[in-house]
């Protein structure tokens, strides 16, 4: 089971991002997948997952509505489109699998890839 993240980078305040967690390894529709993201300092914070059973998409009510979690079968790639980014929505964002899990608890998933940065800053 591998997950790699790419996407993040700098970004100025009100724009936008979209983070790739890219799965190989596994069938992708039998697993959660999960975004997570970690301050400095902070603990890991889950934002939202997409379900293997049935694509449901569920989210923390901090964003806002400001991110939506989508899947590219085709591509074995689950996506996290970040719009009217803020400067507290720095951090490294984590993706993670788990064939049996669906939640926001960092500790209930198996996997995870190595991370990407997002810096929000004018």
């Known amino acids: 089971v591998q997950l790699v993240e790419s996407g993040g980078g700098l970004v100025q305040p009100g724009g936008s991002l979209r983070l790739s967690c890219t799965t190989s390894g596994f069938t992708l529709d039998f697993y959660t997948i999960a975004w997570f993201r970690q301050a400095p300092g902070q603990r890991r914070e889950g934002l939202s997952f997409?379900?293997?059973?049935?694509?449901?998409?569920y989210y923390v009510d901090t964003l806002e509505g400001r991110f939506t979690i989508s899947k590219d079968h085709a591509q074995n790639t689950v996506y996290l489109q970040m719009n009217r980014l803020k400067p507290e929505d720095t951090a490294v964002y984590y993706c993670?699998?788990?064939?049996?899990?669906?939640?926001?608890?960092?500790?209930?998933?198996?996997?995870w890839g190595q991370g990407t940065q997002v810096t929000v800053s004018s």
């Open positions: 993670a699998a788990d064939p049996f899990r669906a939640n926001f608890v960092a500790k209930d998933y198996d996997y």
């Open positions: 997409i379900t293997s059973s049935d694509g449901g998409a």
